[in-house]
């Protein structure tokens, strides 16, 4: 399978402690978005990196939230002291940019869920 | 702020027939992009269609065809000859530059 893959699929946390999820984008692939998905909502953007460089962050991503892409492959999103406001589905997609428009190639999420 | 509006939490339709889903988004831009993604449920997020904001004609691939409507601010996805396969939660997303909004979602549940 050569999609973009995310890990844990699913986490159960207490608040307070700190998670680590990580993505790993189609090879090759020098875009990588963050979104978050709440129940009975849409994906809200929270960051993209093009290659190694956070580019843009959204005013979601609270100085509790940390996302890296070392190397420009693939790339960790670390909440600290979760809070149960940040149970979510946490969306990771990747797209290789040329032209006008890249098209957004998704992962099957991680949940989160904040105890 | 750019808005992306579903009004139908929820629709059906019968196996074979056809169904629309409505969007309606809200911008000051001219050149953007519009999208239909598709949810199944527990599984990821795949994209159904694409139109871009300058071309007039209407994007289609195989059974999905959009309907849009540039000044109305409006861009419908008809699905034709639905099947089984076709439910799931479709979004609608607006994208200018690397900025992506999506709808909350309508959940569109197929009836053999």
């Known amino acids: 399978d050569t999609g973009v893959s995310q890990d844990p699929r699913h986490k159960i946390t207490k608040r307070g402690q700190n998670v680590t999820f990580r993505c790993d984008p189609i090879s090759e692939h020098n875009r990588l978005y963050w979104y978050r998905q709440t129940l009975g909502q849409g994906p809200e953007f929270l960051t993209y990196f093009q290659n190694e460089a956070q580019l843009e962050k959204s005013r979601l991503l609270s100085d509790r939230f940390s996302a890296e892409r070392p190397k420009g492959s693939f790339s960790t999103l670390e909440i600290q002291r979760t809070e149960q406001g940040d149970s979510a589905m946490y969306l990771c997609?990747?797209?290789?940019?040329?032209?006008?428009?890249?098209?957004?190639?998704f992962g099957p999420g991680t949940r989160l869920t904040v105890l | 702020a750019q808005t992306v509006t579903q009004s139908q939490p929820e629709m059906s339709v019968q196996e074979a027939e056809t169904v629309t889903l409505s969007c309606t988004y809200d911008t000051s831009e001219s050149d953007y992009y519009l999208f239909w993604y598709k949810q199944p449920p527990s599984r990821q997020m795949i994209l159904v269609i694409r139109q871009e904001a300058y071309k007039q004609q209407n994007a289609t691939e195989n059974r999905f065809s959009v309907n849009f409507q540039k000044a109305a601010k409006s861009f419908s996805l008809k699905i034709s000859d639905s099947q089984l396969g076709d439910a799931a939660m479709y979004f609608c997303?607006?994208?200018?530059?690397?900025?992506?909004?999506f709808g909350a979602g309508t959940r569109l549940t197929v009836k053999p």
């Open positions: 997609a990747s797209s290789l940019s040329r032209g006008r428009i890249d098209t957004q190639y």
């Open positions: 997303a607006y994208r200018r530059l690397n900025d992506m909004r």
